[in-house]
């Protein structure tokens, strides 16, 4: 199961709020495509109805990126089955990949109509609590009324916690932070959102307790090395800063917010 984190790269959360939605990417010409690729084409092509061949070419595209086209023949299977829960799910993750909230929301009700998963459930509140919609408690109230166990739950609270943050009430959503922690000590993605709320509040030594937490916890995960890092700078400690910028980018050199902070504290 993914974790529910649409839409927030960790290194750069703000920027992704920004995103535009319903803006699809052009379209990859087929002899543009990768052989393996053209050839699912043409097996769709000899076999239409077949829904693994087209399923696996809406794999192979969204793999390249190529979304209009996935989305396309993902339309064409919805317009042979649409009941099927499984397409409508699928559709709205495509949906999602390029940041159609509204499209992707209107696929997962579809999907949660012909089948109330807690998946699609929880999909769909997640995107709902980053607009700030309390249809996103109830639902997650609904999965947790599921009982299916301490991950589930963990899920449930993060998204909460997700919309206590995005409506600034900071302690509701610290709450929920540590209640998802105390369901799964290794949902990265509770410290992080914790450690932003403290960050953004200014509470820079709190911060940095929950990221340095986060990094005992994993200390394979870039973000904790560079939020740690940016607390820090705050903090007006170069050293540790440095450290801590140079230990993110060992671990995940495309962080290039970690670079140019490296250089602008005089390390090339």
């Known amino acids: 199961m993914k974790r529910w984190i649409t839409c927030l790269l960790l290194i750069c959360f703000a920027a992704c709020h920004n995103a535009p939605e319903n803006k699809i990417p052009d379209a990859l010409k087929k002899d543009e495509m990768p052989a393996p690729v053209q050839q699912l084409f043409s097996n769709v092509d000899q076999h239409p109805d077949s829904m693994g061949l ?5 794999d192979a595209l969204d793999s390249l990126g190529a979304f209009k086209q996935a989305l396309g023949q993902m339309d064409a299977l919805i317009k042979k089955d649409s009941l099927n829960y499984g397409l409508w799910y699928r559709k709205a993750l ?9 499209g992707a929301l209107k696929c997962y009700r579809y999907a949660i ?10 999909a769909a509140a997640n995107l709902l609590a980053e607009k700030k919609d309390s249809t996103a408690l109830l639902l997650c109230k609904q999965v947790a009324e599921f009982r299916m166990g301490r991950e589930y739950n963990a899920h449930c609270y993060f998204i909460t916690g997700v919309y206590y943050a995005r409506k600034g009430d900071e302690q509701k ?3 929920a932070f540590n209640a998802c922690i105390s369901n799964d000590f290794n949902y990265m993605e509770a410290y992080m959102e914790k450690g932003f709320l403290y960050y953004e509040d200014k509470k820079i030594s709190d911060a940095l307790k929950v990221f340095q937490t986060a990094a005992t916890v994993k200390n394979t995960y870039a973000d904790s ?8 700078e705050a903090l007006n400690n170069k050293t540790e800063a440095i450290n801590s ?3 993110s980018l060992s671990l995940d050199p ?7 902070a490296l250089q602008r504290l005089g390390v090339r």
């Open 54 to 58: 087209r399923l696996r070419l809406i």
């Open 94 to 102: 495509l949906l999602e990949n390029i940041h159609d909230t509204s």
């Open 113 to 122: 109509r012909v089948y109330p998963s807690p998946d699609a459930m929880l």
């Open 173 to 175: 959503a610290v709450n």
């Open 225 to 232: 090395y560079y939020w740690m890092a940016k607390c820090y």
């Open 245 to 247: 910028y140079q230990r």
């Open 254 to 260: 495309g962080i290039k917010e970690a670079t140019a």
